[in-house]
C-alpha cells in the first residue's frame, strides 16, 4: 500500500517558515526567493485543505492546526536525521561551516589552510562563499570573516585586522621602483573597481586629500578578487584592502602604486558562535585563525619599514598611512568582499 504523503519540499519550507515565523528567513535558509517558500506554504496548504498560518502584512501566525502540524512535522525530521546518521555509521563529527565573501576566501583563507590541515589533519572543514552578510540565527554556520557592521546576539566577534585601502597594480605596469606613479597620475591608467565595494576609490581619494584627483570608470568587477587578479595581469590599478593582498604585495605579483594608504577606521572579524558548548573543533579552529592573524600582522609590520625605507629612499614621504578616523564624517563602508 502506498503512502499518501504531500510533497516532501513543501514539508520542508514549511517546517523552515515554521520555526523561523519569517517566510524571508525561511528562504535564506532554504537558499531559495521568499516567493519559493510562500508558493511551497501554499502548496501544502491545498493538499491539506486547512489553513496552516494567519497571514497579514506585519505579522504572521501559525493557526491550531499549523501549530500543531509543525511540531509533528519537526519530530519527523529530527528522526529522520538521527536514522540518516546512524545508517551512515558517522562516527566523525559533522564539518566546520564557514562562509566567507568570495575575496575573503580566495585572498586570504584558502592559502592558508594547508597549514591547517597539515597541523589538524582530523578536522574537516566545509567552506561555502555568499554576497551577503552571514546570519546565524538563520544559517547554519560555524564561521564567517567579516566587518563587524550588523552585531548580532550570540555572536562572537574577534578582531582580525584593521582595513587599509592602497592603489595596487603589476610591478610590470610601473616598472620594478615601487611607488613610480604620482597620485595625480592615477587617472591616466585604467582604474579597476569592484561592484561589492563600489566606493572604495572614492573613499581613498578623498581620504588622502586628494579631490582633484578624477577617479573614472575603468574596468569593473563582480567582487575584489577579480580586480586584484585583473591588476596581477596587468589589466590597470585596483584599490586594495591592504590584508587581502599580502601575500601578492610579499611575492611581487603587486606593488604598491602610490605612496599613501588609508586606513579607514574599519576592521575585519571573525564571527563565530558565541556558545560555551564550542567544539574542540571550532575552538581549534578559532586558535589557528587568531595564530595566523598575530604571524600576518608581524610580517605586516616588516613589510610597512621596508616600504617606508623604498618610499624615503625615492623621495616618498616619511608618512605613508593616513589615518581617517579622525577625518570629517564621510558615508561609512558598509561591506566588504
Known amino acids: 500500500m502506498s503512502r499518501r504523503l504531500p510533497p516532501l519540499n513543501a514539508l520542508r519550507a ?17 537558499h531559495v526567493t521568499q516567493g519559493a517558500v510562500s508558493r511551497h506554504v501554499a502548496q501544502l496548504e491545498a493538499w491539506l485543505e486547512i489553513r496552516l498560518f494567519h497571514r497579514n502584512h506585519r505579522d504572521l501566525r501559525l493557526t491550531t492546526d499549523g501549530l500543531r502540524y509543525a511540531q509533528a512535522i519537526r519530530t ?99 616598472g620594478h621602483a615601487p611607488f613610480r606613479c604620482p597620485p595625480e597620475e592615477l587617472q591616466r591608467h585604467t582604474l579597476l573597481h569592484s561592484m561589492q565595494r563600489p566606493n572604495d576609490w572614492r573613499s581613498w581619494r578623498e581620504a588622502a586629500g586628494l579631490a582633484h584627483v578624477a577617479i573614472h570608470d575603468g574596468l569593473t568587477f563582480g567582487n575584489s578578487a577579480l580586480a586584484y587578479q585583473a591588476a596581477i595581469d596587468g589589466s590597470g590599478i585596483a584599490i586594495a584592502h591592504r590584508a587581502m593582498v599580502s601575500d601578492d604585495l610579499a611575492s611581487g605579483r603587486l606593488v604598491a602604486a602610490s605612496e599613501i594608504t588609508v586606513a579607514t577606521g574599519e576592521a575585519y572579524f571573525l564571527a563565530s558562535r558565541d556558545t560555551r558548548d564550542a567544539s574542540p573543533e571550532a575552538i581549534a579552529f578559532r586558535a589557528w585563525i587568531l595564530s595566523e592573524h598575530a604571524r600576518g600582522t608581524a610580517s605586516g609590520a616588516i613589510e610597512n619599514r621596508e616600504m617606508e625605507s623604498a618610499a624615503a629612499g625615492n623621495g616618498g614621504p616619511e608618512n605613508l598611512t593616513r589615518d581617517t578616523t579622525k577625518a570629517p564624517p564621510r558615508r561609512a563602508l558598509a561591506r566588504t568582499r
Open 14 to 30: 514549511f517546517e523552515v517558515a515554521a520555526r523561523t515565523m519569517n517566510f524571508t528567513l525561511a528562504a535564506r535558509e532554504l
Open 76 to 174: 519527523a525530521f529530527d528522526q529522520v536525521e538521527t536514522a540518516t546518521r546512524e545508517v551512515q555509521h558517522v562516527d566523525r563529527p559533522r564539518p566546520l561551516r564557514i562562509r566567507l565573501f568570495p575575496t575573503v576566501a580566495i585572498k586570504w583563507l584558502v592559502p592558508r589552510l594547508g597549514g591547517f590541515h597539515a597541523r589538524y589533519p582530523d578536522i574537516d572543514l566545509q567552506i561555502t562563499t555568499t554576497a551577503s552578510p552571514v546570519r546565524f540565527d538563520t544559517e547554519d554556520v560555524d564561521f564567517t570573516v567579516q566587518i563587524r557592521n550588523i552585531p548580532q546576539q550570540g555572536v562572537r566577534y574577534d578582531k582580525l585586522f584593521d582595513i587599509e585601502l592602497m592603489p595596487v597594480c603589476g610591478r610590470d605596469l610601473l
